[in-house]
């Protein structure tokens, strides 16, 4: 019903910057996206969120990187960016693209959505 797809990964050096984007292809006409996000996950550890943002534009990030993350949304084309400035090693992970909205149908069911990930290297 909605396929998240990411692209922008790759091999960076520590101190750069990169951008992901993310572009959800929705099927059917049912469906409402409200939240849009990005989260990581490095070898042997949790996948955590690094920020998120509704359709209103409320945006929620993690504290560790809340200074270096910027996170925009195009609510028309169902896309959400993520800038991530001045890379370290710790920001080494696959990064999936995650949505969140209801489909409308007899009743109102929520669905969770996740892209493939696309891996993000951190070079010093």
């Known amino acids: 019903q909605v396929q998240p797809v990411e692209s922008g990964g790759g091999l960076v050096q520590a101190g750069g910057f990169l951008r992901l984007s993310c572009a959800a292809t929705?099927?059917?006409?049912?469906?409402?996206?409200?939240?849009m996000g990005w989260y990581r996950q490095a070898p042997g550890k949790q996948r955590e969120l690094v920020a998120e943002?509704?359709?209103?534009?409320?945006?929620n990030y993690a504290e560790s990187v809340k200074a270096r993350i910027t996170i925009t949304r195009d609510n028309a084309k169902n896309t959400v960016s993520l800038q991530i400035d001045s890379l370290k090693s710790e920001d080494s992970a696959v990064y999936y693209c995650?949505?969140?909205?209801?489909?409308?149908?007899?009743?109102?069911?929520?669905?969770?959505?996740w892209g493939q990930g696309t891996q993000v290297t951190v070079s010093s």
């Open positions: 995650n949505v969140h909205g209801h489909s409308y149908g007899r009743s109102v069911s929520p669905g969770t959505y």
């Open positions: 943002i509704s359709t209103g534009g409320s945006i």
């Open positions: 929705v099927s059917g006409s049912s469906f409402s996206i409200n939240t």
